[in-house]
Structure formats: structure tokens, C-alpha cells
């Protein structure tokens, strides 16, 4: 192992998501027993927000009559592990719903923290040099998906520094994060601005 890292599997358990046996059936929102994540709801709460946190208030709803250790916690970091796309999401507890959460087995799901931050987790497991790594050492699995292996995973060296170093990390990213979402405003807004200039002269030019 190298100097001032960590295996994963060291500071956090590792398990699948649950299998369903058959299609998974979405309710209207207020419907369910519980909420579902699947990697479709986990790419678009990142695509729309650009952040990593999902609630289980933005997730959609099944009838769920399994067992309730298939049931996923707050707090736990969820990290796909087949499609080609591995980008680590964490389940927040900043929620008005009372449903309990169910993850797929499209996810490897990490909890049991020991000496990390889950958010600090989440955040390091989607550094570029850790995705590189997951992307490039995804196998096959004797099919034509990409899929990550639970033991490969667990074996995954991270840098964990001391709790303050994390708590500092988090503070600067959320500032990172903010920083983005207003420039991408600005962006959208300069957008609807210029359109709307180039729709004016292309009125004035048909006169």
C-alpha cells in the first residue's frame, strides 16, 4: 500500500444494491413505500444540480415489500458499478420524506464509516484521477457492460488526511460548486439575452 493511503474496504463496508427480481415499477409521487435509486435518477440530480447530494424527496417511488436490511441509511455513498459511468452520489437525510430508501444493484453502496466523512468519501471517490482509475479498471464481466467489482473496490486505495484537512476540502469545494452554478447562470441568462438581440435584428432586417 502506499504511504498516507487507505484501502477502502479498511474505513467503510462495501455491499451490492438490491436485485430485483423483475422490472422495477415506478408510482405517482405520495403513492409508494419507498423511494428508488436507480443510475438514471443518480446522473440527472448531478446533470441538473452539478453537485453529488441526492434526497430522497428528488427520488422517485416503488411499492416495496422486501426486507428491511435491503433498506440503505442516510449518510451512505452510493457508487455505480456498471454502464461505464461510476460517479459517487451520497444520500442525504435533508428530506420531508419519511419512505425509507432502496438502492439497485446498478450501485455498490458504502457505509460504516471509520474515520472519514462520507461527504469527504463521496468527494474523493469522484476526484479525476479516482474515476480514471475506476473507469479504466472496470471489467467486462464476460458481457459487453463495463462493471465494477465489489472486491476490486474495497481493495481501492484513497488518501483520507485528518478530519480538519477533510472539513477545509469540503468548505473550499462548496464554494467550488457555487462558483460554477452561478457562472453557469450567467451563462444561461447571456444566452436568452443574445438570442433575443439576434431574433430582434433579424426582424428589423425584413422590414
Known sequence: MRSGFTRLGDIA?????????????EVPAGTGTAHIVQIKD???VAEETGGNELTPDELPEIIWEGKDNALVPAGAV???????????????????????????SQFLILYGFTGVLPE???????????????????????TNITML???NVQSLEIQIPNLAAQKKILTLNKLW???????????DNREVMMQGMFQEILKDNKK
Do not use: M
Open 78 to 104: 452510493i457508487l455505480p458499478s456498471r454502464g461505464g459511468y461510476f460517479r459517487a452520489s451520497l444520500l442525504t437525510d435533508h428530506s420531508e420524506s419519511r419512505l425509507p430508501v432502496v438502492v439497485s
Open 13 to 25: 463496508e462495501v455491499r451490492n444494491g438490491f436485485t430485483f427480481r423483475e422490472k422495477i415499477t
Open 42 to 44: 443518480a446522473r440527472k
Open 177 to 187: 460548486e457555487e462558483e460554477q452554478r452561478l457562472s453557469k447562470a450567467l451563462l
Open 149 to 151: 467489482n465489489r472486491k
Open 120 to 142: 469527504f468519501l463521496c468527494w474523493a471517490l469522484n476526484q479525476p484521477s479516482i474515476q480514471r482509475y475506476l473507469k479504466e479498471g472496470a471489467g467486462s464481466q464476460g
